[in-house]
């Protein structure tokens, strides 16, 4: 492994230890999943964003994965995690949704088209929180 790769590696587990064992709130979840909740709740309906947009909007590039770990808890707390797809627009997070179809269903009534997992017209439809909201 390059030596370039392995300090990226160290820098994520110290984010991770430090996202997650330091700065838990009351109901035990972590600040930065909240964080994650705030800006998914505003992409507007009829747009998606991806993992990648909102962990470098939140100043954790490189931290998707964790974001993607955010949208798993964020059922049944008024967060469209729907909206969230992976970079390629692929619905990578369709299984946490009780049945596979339930994204596509939820997406196809805000008017996006879904065909074979992905999102049509990705580039089009992509909210970005850096351009969208400053950074």
Same mark, same amino acid.
Do not use: C
């Given at each position: 492994?390059?030596v370039s790769?392995?300090?990226?590696?160290?820098?994520?587990?110290?984010?991770?230890?430090?996202?997650?064992?330091?700065?838990?709130?009351?109901?035990?979840?972590?600040?930065?999943f909240n964080?994650?909740?705030?800006?998914?709740?505003?992409?507007?309906?009829?747009?998606?964003?991806?993992?990648?947009?909102?962990?470098?909007?939140?100043g954790t590039?490189?931290?998707?994965?964790?974001?993607?770990?955010?949208?798993?808890?964020?059922?049944?707390?008024?967060?469209?995690?729907?909206?969230?797809?992976?970079?390629?627009?692929?619905?990578?997070?369709?299984?946490?949704?009780?049945?596979?179809?339930?994204?596509?269903?939820?997406?196809?009534?805000?008017?996006?088209?879904?065909?074979?997992?992905?999102?049509? !017209?990705? !580039?089009?439809?992509?909210?970005?929180?850096?351009?969208?909201?400053?950074?």
């Amino acid at each position: 492994m390059a030596v370039s790769k392995k300090i990226n590696r160290i820098i994520w587990q110290i984010k991770s230890f430090y996202i997650f064992d330091f700065h838990k709130n009351m109901t035990g979840k972590s600040d930065f999943f909240n964080e994650v909740f705030q800006v998914v709740r505003l992409i507007p309906k009829g747009r998606i964003t991806s993992y990648g947009s909102i962990a470098k909007y939140l100043g954790t590039t490189g931290s998707a994965r964790m974001v993607g770990w955010a949208m798993n808890q964020a059922h049944g707390k008024d967060v469209p995690a729907h909206r969230v797809v992976n970079h390629n627009g692929l619905l990578t997070g369709r299984h946490h949704f009780g049945h596979p179809s339930t994204m596509q269903h939820l997406l196809e009534a805000e008017g996006i088209e879904v065909e074979h997992n992905g999102v049509i !017209n990705f !580039n089009a439809l992509l909210w970005d929180p850096v351009k969208e909201l400053g950074l």
